[in-house]
């Protein structure tokens, strides 16, 4: 990791629908600064805007106040650049277009030759352990490995950044604690950096560099935790240190709910 | 499997055939039994089951080998129908091309800009009150001004009912997308056309196709009842009005031109299901 900024967000508001009657301050006043290579999630109780925040860095949707900066340029000119793939909580993959055909889209949008493409394809396909999976249909593999395949499109033309909204949210336990190794894996292969938007506290506390609480209403930093547990593995999840990050997330969660 | 599956199609539309033909003969027969009336009642049948009211069905099959005079030349029924069907289908063909482009048109607006979905989708729902018949003569009347043949005048009657399921279904299918693939193609930077391209109109196909097969078979009354309508001298909807003129004489010919309709029908239903399988064909294996 190091010190050079990947994104910085200075002062942003977000409101919907402003100078009407339903109108909603969705973020207000957020200052945040990710580091290249840094692995951050953003975690905070429903309606807290974490993924609107994650947006606002995407540039699919644009602050009503305050300036949002990915790679010292302004966020539209990022996506513009291509500098950032993205990952849904539901995997999103076309039903119609085979799994590397789906891996390959952005590529294609890039204008990319039919054999770089698939010569991609099958690099990422190995890359997320999914090998002999190319010709299959999205439809017929589970929920996991679709997320895979999600996470290999997202990859596929080398962003620098990786904004994930709830990638695991929709796996049953057993798989999201496998994929959670495989995206640190991914991670570490790659030195992408992550922004990474969940609820669950024990998976933003195993997965990253720093966890941003956030509290809802209007949605504001509440606090940075940093969580350093060298390098993770299955055991990890004993660790004291561990469980240490877990409660002092959990106890900053608390303290947005009693702030209610 | 996939030879296996025809022959149960084939040996489906037999038993349903098969079926619906002695439900004829048998209404028939008890009702020449029993003087029209249901069986041990006073009840008249609903339809009388008179050679002319209900020929039999053999009749009705060998009349399409009976010779007819069309114009100066001779020539057997079914020969007869089917130059009156191409006819017909020659309006419905250019009926649907032009309802579908149309509709298609109409669709692709009105889902790149809300303002022209509030704007055209009532008039295209509204469009489809105005009765057919009454439109008709309109529409010829305004075609014969342009200079337009009667082919075409027909084709633009059947089109005006060929547009609406493609444009109300066409939207529906471009719509259809959830938030997350179309932030994705925005993720991309990707142009309107690209994400039309790549995205919207895949996704339409499922909705697009029902549509169109309604759409076949609307094309098919669109174009009957605009040769019924505006009186042009060929095509099966003049057919049919001559036959149902002469229903006394040749009940049976009526019958075999309506026959024909329905296999026109069936025919244009068949090779949109064909097209159907050909744009589906990746969706298609995944659903098996």
């Given amino acids: 990791m190091n010190e050079k900024s990947a994104i910085s967000i200075n002062s942003v508001d977000k409101v919907f629908n402003e100078a009407r009657e339903d109108e909603v301050i969705a973020l207000s006043n957020i200052d945040l600064d990710i580091k290249e290579g840094e692995f951050v999630s953003l975690i905070g109780p429903s309606g807290c805007g974490k993924s609107t925040l994650l947006r606002l860095i995407g540039d699919l949707l644009e602050p009503t106040k305050g300036s949002v900066e990915v790679f010292g340029k302004s966020a539209h000119q990022a996506r513009v650049d291509q500098d950032y793939g993205m990952v849904f909580q539901h995997a999103g993959l076309f039903d119609w277009r085979r799994v590397s055909a789906n891996i390959e889209l952005p590529l294609e949008l890039h204008g990319w030759s039919k054999a770089d493409r698939s010569t991609r394809s099958q690099e990422m396909l190995d890359l997320v352990k999914l090998p002999d999976f190319g010709s299959y249909y999205p439809r017929q593999l589970s929920g996991g490995m679709q997320q895979r395949v999600s996470i290999a499109r997202a990859l596929s033309f080398k962003p620098k950044l990786l904004l994930m909204d709830e990638p695991f949210g929709a796996l049953d336990e057993m798989t999201r604690e496998h994929m959670q190794i495989e995206l640190l894996r991914i991670w570490e292969e790659t030195g992408t950096t992550v922004v990474f938007v969940t609820h669950s506290i024990p998976e933003s506390a195993f997965l990253s560099n720093r966890v941003v609480v956030l509290s809802p209403r209007p949605g504001q930093v509440h606090s940075v935790i940093d969580v350093d547990l060298g390098k993770r593995s299955e055991s990890t999840r004993q660790d004291s240190n561990f469980f240490a990050a877990a409660t002092e997330i959990r106890e900053a969660l608390r303290a947005v709910e009693e702030q209610e | ?288």
């Fill in chain 2, 1 to 288: 499997m996939k030879t296996a599956k025809a022959i149960r199609v084939i040996l489906t539309v037999a038993v349903v055939i098969v079926f619906l033909v002695l439900l004829w003969e048998g209404y028939k027969w008890m009702g020449q039994k029993t003087d029209d009336h249901w069986p041990g009642t006073n009840f008249g049948l609903p339809i009388a089951t008179n050679d002319t009211i209900m020929p039999h069905f053999v009749d009705v099959i060998t009349e399409l080998n009976a010779d007819i005079r069309d114009g100066r030349s001779t020539m057997p029924m079914y020969a007869f129908l089917l130059k009156k069907a191409w006819f017909t289908f020659q309006e419905a063909a250019i009926g649907f091309i032009l309802g579908l482009t149309i509709g298609m048109s109409l669709a692709i607006l009105m889902s790149r800009w809300k303002v022209s979905e509030r704007g055209l989708l009532p008039w295209i729902n509204v469009s489809q009150t105005i009765p057919l018949i009454a439109l008709a003569p309109v529409v010829v009347t305004w075609g014969r001004n342009q200079g337009l043949s009667d082919l075409i005048s027909i084709s633009l009657i059947s089109t005006y009912l060929t547009f609406f399921p493609v444009a109300v279904s066409g939207l529906r299918g471009l719509q259809s997308p959830d938030s997350a693939h179309v932030e994705l193609m925005h993720s991309y930077a990707a142009s309107w056309r690209t994400t039309l391209f790549k995205l919207r109109l895949p996704a339409a196909r499922p909705f697009l196709f029902p549509a169109l097969k309604l759409a076949g078979s609307l094309s098919i009354v669109g174009a009957i009842v605009g040769e019924i309508s505006i009186g042009r001298k060929t095509g099966l909807g003049r057919a049919i009005l001559e036959y149902a003129l002469r229903y006394a004489i040749f009940p049976e010919r009526l019958y075999a031109s309506v026959i024909g309709a329905a296999f026109l029908g069936l025919l244009v239903f068949g090779m949109i299901n064909l097209a159907e399988r050909y744009f589906m064909r990746r969706t298609r294996e995944v659903a098996s």
